[in-house]
């Protein structure tokens, strides 16, 4: 299994900070970085994978993108498909990240037909699952979990390909067949914790992974739940990374505002491979 530090940016950067940062960043990079069995990746905004993608290859760094839709093409304004990430050397996307869910309206149907378009490309899906504070306050965080998992992991049956209805773009897709999901990335990211300042305890966030990877046994089996890479994110610093990598179920972090620091990012990746 591998460890995975990914860097989101979110809507963050300039051209001036894409060439300052990715000139630390790759002066920094630990050398043993793939035979500690650890990768990394960033994920700036749109516009800059290129000048980012450019600046990473051939090196140890991965390139990443925030958000894709899930039909190859077709009359939606603004959108990228898979199939013009994997062009621009994008090797895994975020998705379903509670800014997504909170702001955009984007449902648990739409992650679903992501995260099998991204696999039918080769691009690897971080799916991103947690619980607002209102939910963790009410004791329903693993029902909530476990509803997120269950649905991106869904069939659909649709046979109207790329018709708009309500706020769903049907695109018919399969059940996640367990070798698909082996090549998926999951985040749990408590959203009462992200941009917050506010961590889930090493505690809350270990015993959160433990169940996402009983959910992941039930489904698929042993093998695929011990294999799968499940990392944390929210308010993942270079303070706090260290004792988050500790734990037995983390398996590396999903970063905010800390990835746009290289010192600090480089901390955390530092951390993950000791």
């Not at 329903?140 to 706020?167: F, N, P, W, Y």
Request: aromatic share 6%; proline share 5%.
């Amino acid at each position: 299994m591998c460890n995975w530090i990914v860097g989101n940016w979110k809507m963050n950067g300039s051209l001036a900070h894409v060439a300052e940062f990715t000139a630390a960043l790759l002066k920094g990079i630990p050398a043993n970085l793939g035979a500690a069995g650890t990768r990394v990746a960033i994920c700036p905004p749109h516009p800059y994978l290129t000048a980012v993608g450019e600046r990473i290859a051939g090196s140890q760094v991965e390139l990443g993108a925030q958000k894709v839709h899930p039909l190859p093409s077709g009359a939606f304004t603004g959108e990228v498909s898979p199939v013009m990430l994997s062009e621009f050397g994008v090797s895994v996307c975020i998705i379903g990240h509670s800014e997504h869910r909170q702001y955009f309206g984007v449902t648990d149907v739409i992650i679903a037909q992501k995260l099998h378009a991204l696999t039918a490309v080769g691009i690897i899906p971080i799916l991103c699952v947690g619980e607002t504070l209102v939910e963790r306050e009410a004791d329903r965080q693993k029902e909530v979990i476990e509803t997120q998992l269950r649905l991106a992991m869904k069939d659909s049956e649709e046979d109207v390909r790329g018709r708009q209805v309500s706020d769903t773009v049907l695109a018919p897709h399969p059940e996640l067949s367990e070798e698909a999901a082996g090549k998926l990335v999951i985040a749990y990211e408590p959203v009462w914790a992200i941009g917050t300042g506010q961590t889930a305890t090493p505690e809350q966030a270990n015993g959160m992974h433990e169940f996402i990877r009983d959910i992941l046994r039930e489904r698929y089996s042993e093998s695929l739940a011990e294999a799968m890479p499940i990392l944390y994110g929210g308010s993942v610093n270079e303070e706090n990374a260290g004792e988050l990598l500790r734990q037995p179920d983390i398996n590396g972090a999903l970063v905010g505002g800390a990835s746009l620091k290289a010192d600090a990012f480089l901390s955390i990746i530092n951390q993950a491979i000791k």
